[in-house]
């Protein structure tokens, strides 16, 4: 998969610096470079054309939307991903905090529940198979 990236991320390379070197020849257009300027149109069609065979072969991916906010934000996309695993995270520790709650809750329970009914928790606790029976 990632060379997949990287023969992408090459073609965009190899555009760009093709659009750059059109926009210098544009720019200072003499009668004379012609012959190049149709020559850098036909690398701009062809980079096209291979960033569409690409494409193609990278139809799978799914980008959130909310990465592409980050971008015309003018903010680094990586921080998307980083701001979601930190939610991610502090939701993995409010879990844990609630497992941990509800295990020492059930802990406290059956011992509770084991001294005002010690034959049906012994009998519970066989069948769950916490103790043997006696």
Same mark, same amino acid.
């Given at each position: 998969m990632a060379e997949k990236f990287d023969n992408l991320e090459e073609h965009l390379e190899?555009? !760009?610096e093709n !659009?750059? +070197?059109l926009g210098i !020849?544009? @720019?200072d257009f003499q009668p004379s @470079? +012609?012959?190049v300027l149709n020559q850098k149109l036909n690398f701009m069609i062809t980079g096209l054309q291979d960033i569409e065979k690409c494409r193609q072969q990278l139809h799978d991916i799914n980008v959130p939307l909310e990465a592409f906010e980050y971008i015309d934000q003018g903010r680094n996309p990586q921080l998307y991903t980083k701001e979601c695993l930190e939610r991610a995270l502090a939701k993995?520790? +409010?879990v844990k905090g609630k497992i941990d709650t509800m295990t020492k809750f059930k802990s406290l329970l059956i011992s509770e529940l084991s001294k005002v009914f010690p034959e049906e928790m012994a009998k519970y606790k066989a !069948?769950?198979?916490?103790?043997p029976p006696s």
């Open positions: 190899k555009f !760009i !659009i750059r +070197q !020849i544009v @720019s @470079s +012609q012959t993995n520790e +409010q !069948i769950r198979g916490d103790d």
